[in-house]
């Protein structure tokens, strides 16, 4: 599964990012995407839904940001 | 037939109704244009640029409230203007003890954080309750989609901010905690069994759970518009205070016509005062009971008056 590693990355920037990184795979595909806590989990996973995106899950690592698992929508 | 020499002829009717301000230099007048909501055409825009190079100064000034004024217009061209304007599509603003023209964010349309359509609800305000007279003194009103409230809704005499309560299918959570990391004021907490927990009081209806939701295990029990009542900004500063939630998008111009019948009646013989100052006067329960009987689903049960600033500057007694 394609990693985006979007730590140290600010909003709106990370979602820029992440949407450019989500034009290099297939719709149906999954991708995890690495945030950091505060404002990025808070505003990335709702943009991302909000383009078409299917969240699948998030969960808090032991370092402590957070890995967001979606599955790319159709265009 | 006209004559050549064009005479101070007046139209006294654009005048009535208000939006020409007296500036500091002989003859020369603001005239303010109506922009309800903020939202301005393109077109019209133009329009207006082409108006004010012909007959203003070297800039517009753009009103704290979101309307347009034209600047250093002579007021022997107040007929010629308000002609060019076209009347019909660009009414100029109003003055004095009446409705202003309505404030708004941008609202749901295009804005992700919108819960509600404030340009529609702006659009009907301005429609059909602006200019109408309020025999006492100015009425403001301001739309903000949510809850943050950038226009700072309750700093109006009555102010809509919108809102939606959630509810929770617990079956269709897929609990990934989203929910309880969105919501700001922690009315959303993960339970023992990883699924969120819901508690009433802290919960602002700003929907951020629905928003953020990926299994559409959050969606809205209500939505409408928080009103608060009683609010104004200048020397002496209020906020406004609760009176209805969950208000219909439809039901505004007829909500706020039924708050302008109070205040009418209740400030008769106060002479040129505030409706929260009457508020005030009166205590909130007098208004909080005409409102119900029109609106028993979203009046509340109680409230508290306007709320006074402490502006630290000229003592009031
Ligand atoms: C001849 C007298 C006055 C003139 C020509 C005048 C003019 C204006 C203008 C041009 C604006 C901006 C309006 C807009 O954004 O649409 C404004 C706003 C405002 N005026 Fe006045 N004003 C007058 C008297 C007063 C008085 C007496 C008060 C207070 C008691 C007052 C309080 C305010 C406040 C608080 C605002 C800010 C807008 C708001 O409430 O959100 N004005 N006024
Ligand atoms: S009040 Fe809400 S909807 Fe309106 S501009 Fe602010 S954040 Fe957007
Ligand atoms: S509506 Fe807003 S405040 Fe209420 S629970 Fe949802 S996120 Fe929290
Ligand atoms: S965001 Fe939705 S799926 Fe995730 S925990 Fe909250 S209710 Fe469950």
Redesign the pocket.
Known sequence: MPVIDLRGVSCPTNFVKAKLALEEIEAGETAQILLDDGEPVKNVPRSLKAEGHKLLGLRQTDEGHYALELEKGED | MPETQQPAKIDLNNLKSGGFIKERGKDLFTVRLRVPGGRMSVPRLKKIAEVAEKYGGEFVHLSVRQSIELININFRNFDVIVEELGEATQKVASCGARVRVPVACGGCEYNPNGLVDTQKSALEVDEKLFGAATGHHKFKVAFAGCPFDCPKSATNDVGFQGAIYPQ?DKEA????????KNCVPKAITMGKDN??VFEDKPCIWCGD?VK????S??SEKRRGYTVRIGGKWGRNPLVGTLFATFLPEERVVDFISTVLEWYKERAESLGRIRLGDVIIKEGPQALLDHLRKRYPENTVAATIPPQVIETQVGIRS
């Open positions: 929770l959570c897929i609990s990934c905690g989203l929910c309880a699924k969120p759970c953020v939701c990926p299994a295990a959050w």
